[in-house]
T-cell receptor
Framework: AQSVTQLDSHVSVSEGTPVLLRCNYS??????LFWYVQHPNKGLQLLLK??????LVKGINGFEAEFKKSETSFHLTKPSAHMSDAAEYFC???????FGAGTRLTVKP | GAVVSQHPSWVICKSGTSVKIECRSL??????MFWYRQFPKQSLMLMAT?????????EQGVEKDKFLINHASLTLSTLTVTSAHPEDSSFYIC???????????????FGDGTRLSIL
């Protein structure tokens, strides 16, 4: 069975600095992987997805993630944080509709 | 594309009434829809998986008779909270997955959620 682990429950950065949200997956093959963002009192929005094409995936709002099979990782990054990026972020592996705890991103002015 | 509409966005009702929440995929066909419940500052908890034309699959601990799910068409699933009580107050979110591709390889597309408050 596939699963993911988000290594940080809370990440705090200053506006304009890089963002790194970590996600490790467990799977017997190279699965599809997704990052979602949830703003307060809202549903989830798909940021990006990896589906065995290019290992570096670009998403919306300047986010990108790199699939690294050797490290079983799919970390989410953004070069420069914006205040509007403050939200909850979820990493999800294909076939697993259960969500982990997520990572709360705080952006300080 | 891939828009999911969830209605209503907010509902307040008296204890003992039943509440129906609709989840529609507006521009794609969804053979599978999912219903989640989310408590404040917590992650999403999967309640059930809804497959078009068949009975929903409920997660352990979720009462089937309490949370009725119907998925009568490829674009509509409904969740009915029967005889709702204050402890049922929560944020309910649906999602839909487009048909096709390797099972589970399609992303979920989420509605904006329904805030349910039972007085």
């Amino acid at each position: 069975a596939q699963s993911v682990t988000q290594l940080d429950s809370h990440v705090s950065v200053s506006e304009g600095t890089p963002v790194l949200l970590r996600c490790n997956y467990s799977s017997s093959y190279s699965p599809s992987l997704f990052w979602y963002v949830q703003h307060p009192n809202k549903g989830l929005q798909l940021l990006l997805k990896y589906t065995s094409a290019a290992t570096l995936v670009k998403g919306i709002n300047g986010f990108e993630a790199e699939f690294k099979k050797s490290e079983t990782s799919f970390h989410l990054t953004k070069p420069s944080a914006h205040m509007s990026d403050a939200a909850e972020y979820f990493c999800v592996v294909e076939g697993d509709m259960r969500f982990g705890a997520g990572t709360r991103l705080t952006v300080k002015p | 594309g891939a828009v999911v509409s969830q209605h209503p966005s907010w509902v307040i009702c008296k204890s003992g009434t039943s509440v129906k929440i609709e989840c529609r995929s507006l521009d794609f066909q969804a053979t599978t829809m999912f219903w989640y419940r989310q408590f404040p500052k917590q992650s999403l908890m999967l309640m059930a998986t809804s497959n078009e034309g068949s009975k929903a699959t409920y997660e352990q601990g979720v009462e089937k008779d309490k949370f009725l799910i119907n998925h009568a068409s490829l674009t509509l699933s409904t969740l009915t909270v029967t005889s709702a009580h204050p402890e049922d107050s929560s944020f309910y979110i649906c999602s839909a997955r487009r048909a096709g591709g390797r099972v589970g390889s399609q992303p979920q597309h989420f509605g904006d959620g329904t805030r349910l408050s039972i007085l």
